[in-house]
C-alpha cells in the first residue's frame, strides 16, 4: 500500500511538473532519470521497507 501510494505521489509530481516546465528542462530531467533509474528499485524498496514500519 506505501508503494502504491509513492508511485501515485510520484506520477502526480510528475505531471505537475511537465505542465509547469518548458521542454529543455523536461529533457534534462529525463536524461537524469534515466542515468538514476537503476537507483530507483533501491528507493522503493527503501520507501517500501518504511511504509511497512509505519
Known amino acids: 500500500m506505501g ?3 509513492s508511485v501515485l505521489a510520484l506520477y502526480t509530481y510528475t505531471i ?3 505542465f509547469n ?3 529543455e528542462e523536461i529533457f534534462a530531467t529525463f536524461i ?3 542515468i ?3 537507483f530507483f528499485p533501491l528507493f522503493l524498496i527503501s520507501v517500501g521497507g518504511l511504509s511497512l514500519l509505519d
Do not use: K, N
Request: overall charge negative; hydrophobic content about 60%.
Open 3 to 5: 508503494v502504491a501510494i
Open 16 to 18: 505537475i511538473y511537465i
Open 21 to 23: 516546465h518548458d521542454m
Open 32 to 34: 537524469m532519470l534515466v
Open 36 to 38: 538514476y533509474s537503476p
